[in-house]
């Protein structure tokens, strides 16, 4: 994995337009073809560390053993929780009485 220093230079030396691909990827030390990609934007950005922390979505504490379903994940297990969102659609569904979730089953 090429570090953000590394690319931030590339990207600076594709600025300036005085070397080639080849020429920056020999100076720099890696191939012809990472170079081609930053130029043409294919290479995912690095978020910093700060950025990591930042993110609301960013597990909380290490993975565990779920009780519901055994899997291995960050809690709250979101696949249990997606599982009982289900269930309980389908239970409303069922008790409606008309044979499908909108009520519709015999109207023409």
């Known amino acids: 994995m090429v570090s953000q220093g590394v690319v931030d ?7 300036e337009g005085q070397l ?5 990827a020999l100076s720099v030390g890696v191939s012809r073809g990472t170079i081609g990609a930053i130029a043409k934007g294919h290479r995912p950005r690095i978020r910093t560390t ?29 696949l249990c929780r997606v599982r009982e969102l289900k269930a309980s659609e ?12 909108n009520g519709t089953a015999g109207r023409a």
């Open 9 to 15: 230079q590339i990207l600076r030396l594709l600025a």
């Open 20 to 24: 080639s691909q080849r020429k920056i």
């Open 90 to 101: 389908h239970g409303q569904c069922q008790t409606n009485g008309a044979g499908d979730c």
């Open 50 to 78: 700060e950025e990591r922390f930042a993110d609301p979505n960013r597990p909380l504490g290490p993975p565990r053993r779920c009780p519901g379903c055994g899997g291995l994940v960050y809690m709250p297990c979101l």
